[in-house]
Structure formats: structure tokens, C-alpha cells
């Protein structure tokens, strides 16, 4: 988008919102899921999946470089996502 307005063009055609839309729709639909699955998981009392989680949980503490990692992907700061949400300049 920010490459469009650069160059003189309209940024709010169908073209270029589609292409954005098509861009950002996988991302979009993922975290949706993840997020539908996290809140499946932490607010469930079963005793064994409860174990499980806290497993997990204990494994990534434990883990600086898959934190690091985990942190990153749930900021949206890793893959082909737009340089403003990587941080860098327009």
C-alpha cells in the first residue's frame, strides 16, 4: 500500500485492497485459529490436558531461543507480513 502511495497511485482501488486482502488473509484466518485454540486449551479444567499444557508451558520457559521464537511469531514479526509490522521504515 505504502509503495503505492509512493508512486502516485490509489491506494483504496479494488485492485490494490484486493491484492492487500489476498495478501494478509492467510495471517489473518492462522491467528484467528491459534488464538481460538489457546483460549480452548488455557480455559479447559480436564486434569490430563491441564498437565499437558503446564508441561508445555514449563518446556517453553525453560527454552530462551523458542520463546524468543513463540514471541515473535504470536507479534506477527516473522514471515511476509507489511515492514511496519516488522518494525521498519516506510
Do not use: C, H
Request: hydrophobic share 40%; charged share 25%; aromatic share 6%.
Amino acid at each position: 500500500v505504502t509503495d503505492n502511495a509512493r508512486l502516485g497511485l490509489d491506494i483504496g482501488s479494488a485492485t490494490q485492497l484486493g491484492r492487500y486482502q489476498r495478501w494478509r488473509r492467510f495471517d489473518s484466518a492462522f491467528s484467528g485459529a491459534v488464538m481460538d485454540g489457546m483460549n480452548r486449551l488455557f480455559s479447559n479444567d480436564n486434569a490430563p490436558l491441564r498437565a499437558i499444557r503446564d508441561l508445555g508451558m514449563g518446556l517453553v520457559d525453560r527454552a530462551p531461543g523458542l520463546k524468543r521464537f513463540l514471541v515473535r511469531e504470536a507479534a506477527g514479526a516473522t514471515g511476509d507480513v507489511p515492514r511496519l509490522l516488522k518494525g521498519e521504515a516506510l
